[in-house]
């Protein structure tokens, strides 16, 4: 006699970062709706390597998991405050960032407590079954079926081609390991920090405090023109509102692209405290003696180009200057990587890649719900967190706008208006009204995900 399988999840989240971790505190709320959300790692952890002390979020604490889309969620920031009896403390401190080591601390309280949360459970391979129309996954406990997914497997440390060859070096590594690696820095005198965003800032400060005095030269070395600070204005962080991603995702793909690369100081840069800190430790290191006698090298707009082993211990970086187009080469022994992250594709996602409608870079095709297109074959709902910047701009990686992407996915996969979404959240209009030029708005009817048009669009 067959053993009856169990019911299908109506969603299943692969992986839990903050996105992910989002959209399971959400869907946590709504009744008639099964969840399952599955992590490979034993433990909610995020961004381990770059909880240094002192390090702050570059968004207010109301980018939690809930706040902007459900401010009365038991899974909200203050419920965590008061869970931990700390709301008098917090607001008594009267500051608008928290701490990174709260914020994680906060993330693990939630997914230590959410039931739709599974740790230790790696979800191995996607099938799609035509036959009943679900998703048929495989985890490392065990099958399990569902009628829609959603992706959040976060993203990749990048490790530039001029160091690849070095890859593995105990002396090079990337920032995401830097907490963990701190230590076998100790017997170098001279280190280069690669990468001007807040990682590459936050890193160079903190050897600038943990190797003060002692002798060690310490390098900031970056191709970005200028250390120019996170755009931080009022209205310039409209870019990262659904006016704005409705604004981007009807633009065509290749404007599109040109204007990711063109908006780095919206979601690349490091904040203007960072950068007033490193000067003032700077400036206050060298009261009284001349400022070229510190030990210290800031060389912005300078790409390297290759790096080697050096002939007798450390590296040589090669360099070029971007303005003048000079080359010189840059000795030291140890080279800290803060340049940034970048999304990947799921090993998972294989057995169907055929099945996905992918543009013509290789990418996701990814409508305003989120949903990745497919073929018509498959019916079923196929999500994506924080692997569509190329679709929906700056505001793809940041959590200010995470809670309202889950919620968006939520109420798609609902079929129904789970959460009242703002139509307009911007002062400033991005598209020009005399051109005729009518980005789409908030739809309040939405059809389940197996009915109507299955295939996104790369525009509308």
Not at 369 to 389: C, F, I, M, S
Not at 417 to 441: D, E, I, Q, S, Y
């Amino acid at each position: 006699m067959d053993t009856p399988q169990p019911e299908p999840y109506d969603l299943l989240g692969v992986g839990l970062g903050p996105f992910n971790l989002s959209l399971a505190a959400l869907a946590d709320q709504v009744g008639g709706l099964s969840s399952l959300f599955c992590e490979a790692r034993a433990e909610f952890s995020w961004h381990p390597g770059m909880l240094v002390d002192g390090a702050r979020m570059q968004v207010p604490f109301l980018a939690d998991l809930v706040s902007l889309v459900d401010p009365t969620n038991p899974w909200s920031f203050l419920n965590y405050l008061r869970e931990q009896q700390r709301l008098f403390p917090f607001y008594f401190a009267e500051r608008f960032q928290l701490a990174r080591r709260e914020y994680d601390h906060y993330c693990r309280w939630a997914a230590e407590r959410l039931v739709n949360c599974r740790f230790g459970t790696a979800v191995t391979a996607l099938h799609w079954s035509t036959a009943d129309e679900l998703f048929r996954i495989e985890t490392s406990t065990g099958p399990v079926r569902a009628r829609n997914v959603v992706l959040g497997v976060g993203t990749r440390p990048v490790h530039p081609e001029p160091f690849a060859a070095l890859r593995g070096n105990p002396r090079i590594w990337h920032s995401a390991d830097y907490l963990a690696k701190r230590r076998s820095l100790a017997g170098a005198r001279d280190i280069t920090v690669v990468g001007s965003g807040q990682s590459g800032a936050e890193v160079f400060l903190d050897l600038l405090r943990t190797r003060a005095g002692d002798g060690t030269r310490l390098r900031w070395l970056t191709r970005t023109r200028a250390l120019a600070p996170m755009e931080y204005s009022k209205l310039g962080l409209e870019h990262f509102t659904p006016d704005y991603t409705r604004y981007f995702h009807a633009l065509a793909p290749a404007v599109r692209d040109r204007l990711v690369q063109s908006q780095w100081q919206l979601h690349k840069a490091a904040s203007a405290e960072t950068l007033a800190e490193i000067h003032d430790h700077l400036y206050e290191r060298t009261i009284g003696r001349p400022i070229d006698a510190d030990p210290v090298e800031i060389i912005p707009g300078t790409a390297v180009t290759e790096t080697l082993a050096g002939p007798s211990g450390g590296f040589e970086l090669s360099c070029r200057h971007l303005d003048s187009g000079t080359e010189h080469t840059v000795r030291t022994d140890a080279v800290v990587l803060a340049t940034g992250y970048r999304a990947e594709r799921p090993a998972a996602l294989d057995p169907i890649a055929e099945l996905i409608d992918w543009d013509e870079q290789g990418r996701y095709r990814v409508d305003l719900d989120h949903r990745v297109a497919t073929k018509p074959r498959l019916t079923g709902g196929l999500y994506v967190q924080n692997a569509e910047l190329h679709s929906h701009g700056v505001g793809t990686p940041d959590l200010g706008l995470g809670a309202h992407r889950a919620a968006v996915i939520l109420n798609a996969v609902a079929g129904r208006t789970v959460h009242r979404l703002p139509t307009r959240a911007a002062w400033t209009g991005f598209a020009p009204p005399a051109a005729g030029f009518a980005p789409p708005t908030a739809t309040t009817v939405l059809p389940r995900p197996q009915e109507g048009n299955r295939a996104a669009t790369p525009t509308r």
